[in-house]
């Protein structure tokens, strides 16, 4: 069966660090990636999406992921993070013949301390 | 542009009593649309979705049941609650394989 595994269930960070949350899923064949973010209280949304073409993608508030295919990893990361980074964040797989279900990793749960 | 509503927001039921959480969507047409269950640490797990009206596919046999009696109109349902039902329920819709999200139902069960 499909899955996808997220390492870190908790992260803490302190204000200008550098993030990186692990994302591995298990297909062999053509896969959609995604990562969602869940601010507190609010509805989850999408941060970014790989379909195709350029493994490095640049998502919104300065956010990246980059996809290797060899190693069935979907990588976040943030060069500097801030306070209002702190969230759960989600990844998502969604192989290409699954009629348009997303496979999720458990979450991880980021908090950046001022 | 699109939206996604769910209500009620909140919802505390006795054990044994039924359930009806609605989710309705505006601004698409035939959307693919899912009712999922958020438990934490564990992520989010597919209860149902459909592709179209009357069409539902269950991921999860238990105690729920889902319908789409309208294009963008989604109802998870149970005849009899249980304790096990609590939990935070989203109501999602996609296109092109990107999927957008509902303010959800927290659902106690007492």
């Known amino acids: 069966a499909q899955s996808v595994s997220q390492h870190n269930h908790h992260v803490i960070l302190s204000e200008a660090a550098s993030l990186e949350l692990g994302c591995n899923y298990s297909y062999g064949g053509t896969v959609n990636l995604f990562w969602y973010v869940q601010y507190p209280g609010q509805h989850l949304q999408l941060l970014l999406k790989?379909?195709?073409?350029d493994p490095l993608v640049k998502g919104i508030k300065g956010f990246e992921a980059e996809f290797i295919k060899s190693k069935f990893s979907f990588n976040l990361r943030k060069p500097s993070v801030q306070w209002s980074d702190t969230a759960e964040y989600f990844c998502?797989?969604?192989?290409?013949?699954?009629?348009?279900?997303?496979?999720w990793g458990a979450g991880t749960k980021l908090i950046i301390k001022p | 542009s699109q939206t996604i509503h769910q209500w009620p927001a909140t919802l505390v039921q006795p054990v044994g009593s039924p359930l009806s959480l609605e989710c309705t969507v505006e601004g698409t047409s035939n959307p693919n649309l899912y009712w999922y269950r958020q438990a934490a640490g564990r992520g989010l797990q597919l209860l149902f979705y459909?592709?179209?009206?009357?069409?539902i596919s269950s991921e999860v046999p238990q105690n729920l049941s889902a319908s789409r009696p309208q294009d963008r109109q989604f109802i998870l349902s149970s005849k009899k609650l249980l304790l096990s039902d609590s939990g935070f329920y989203l109501c999602?819709?996609?296109?092109?394989?990107?999927?957008?999200f509902g303010p959800g139902t927290r659902l106690t069960v007492l």
């Open positions: 790989y379909f195709s073409g």
């Open positions: 998502a797989v969604n192989a290409g013949d699954s009629n348009y279900q997303l496979i």
């Open positions: 999602a819709w996609s296109v092109n394989n990107e999927q957008f």
């Open positions: 459909s592709v179209g009206i009357g069409q």
